[in-house]
């Protein structure tokens, strides 16, 4: 095994460890031995998603502690960049609520019911909470294990579309939840290409907060009376009462959109001249089955517990 194949073993390992513990605080929750949603939901951000494999990034590849934030790619980006980044964030929004409202409709016609969906008590004191627990922290935390860890890992190995899809796939595989699995691997994809090609994992943050502080505000406003909670209700009956085609449409028109944002963010933000992604020139040479190990075992249990929430759904 290469000095390649090694390191792609590694990243792998990290995440099938994380994912692998991930498993079992659903297994733990499942049995009812954890109540506290917020405990159960700072567990995971903090000790699963970030120091485990912060500490596991370190102990494997011994980078140069001074080096650690370059490596995992925090790194400042000017004012233009962080408005550009919110203003994308909302776009993704609009465009993940059309995804997971199509994907749902499909879900449901198998029979499915969310099981999750409880009678939650929506507060102003919950409200901030959840900024912390729900938007801040997953900003942080599940940025660095999948756009800074895994995907920048596997880029360095000039794999860069392989890190995109794999970063993507398995961001939508520890949320476990078939629900949310569809729109979050979308959204991997676009912060994955920002990521790559600006060099830089704060634009990633900024849209993935940007994206849950939406869903937060949406679901409390809609019950404590916020401003503008209209507007993106509006959205959603355009969705239940449009047809397949003009919800196609939609959809397509938002993806060019988003695109186009994000080739300006690139070009005219970064001043790339050649982005940092480099799909033409990439590694054309393949991985030995040994060090896919870690990768296929992640995938597998990925989709089995993503599977299982769908099951669950419908018994």
């Known amino acids: 095994m290469n000095k390649s194949e090694l390191d792609f073993f590694k990243l792998n390992l990290i995440y099938a460890i994380t994912i692998s513990l991930l498993c079992i605080v659903f297994a733990i929750s499942y049995l009812g031995l954890i109540t506290s949603q917020y405990f159960s939901t700072f567990l995971v951000q903090i000790l699963i998603l ?9 102990l494997l590849f011994k980078p140069d502690k001074k080096q650690i934030f370059e490596h995992l790619g925090i790194k400042k980006v000017n004012y233009k960049v962080i408005i550009l980044s919110i203003i994308l964030g909302f ?13 749902q409709t499909i879900i449901y016609l198998f029979g499915y019911e969310n099981v999750n969906s409880g009678n939650a008590i929506y507060t102003m004191s919950g409200f901030y909470i959840d900024i912390i627990l729900t938007c801040l922290l997953p900003a942080i935390c599940e940025e660095i294990l999948h756009r800074g860890i895994i995907l ?10 392989l890190a995109l899809i794999l970063s993507s796939l398995f961001f ?7 629900l949310q699995f569809f729109y979050t691997f979308i959204l991997g994809l676009f912060m994955g290409i920002i990521v790559l ?8 943050m900024i849209i993935h907060f940007t994206n849950n502080f939406l869903s937060i505000y949406i679901s409390y406003g809609s019950h404590l009376d916020f401003p503008l909670v ?5 959205l959603e009956k355009i969705f239940i009462q449009s047809s397949v085609v003009l919800t196609f449409l939609i959809l397509i028109l938002l993806f060019i959109f988003i695109f186009y944002l994000v080739f300006i963010i690139i070009n005219k933000i970064y001043k790339i001249q050649k982005p940092n992604i480099k799909f033409f020139n990439s590694d054309k040479s393949r991985f030995s089955n040994i060090s896919k190990l870690s990768m296929i075992y992640s ?3 990925g989709i089995m517990l993503t599977t299982s929430t769908f099951i669950w759904g419908i018994l």
Do not use: T
């Open 91 to 103: 776009l993704l929004f609009i465009l993940n609520m059309y995804i997971a409202g199509f994907s």
């Open 299 to 301: 995938i597998v249990l």
């Open 50 to 58: 970030l120091i485990i494999p912060i500490i596991l990034y370190v």
């Open 197 to 204: 090609a600006s060099n830089s994992l704060i634009p990633a």
């Open 230 to 234: 209209n507007l993106f209700s509006n």
């Open 172 to 178: 939508g595989f520890s949320h476990l939840n078939i």
């Open 152 to 161: 920048r890992g596997i880029n360095r190995l000039n794999k860069p579309i």
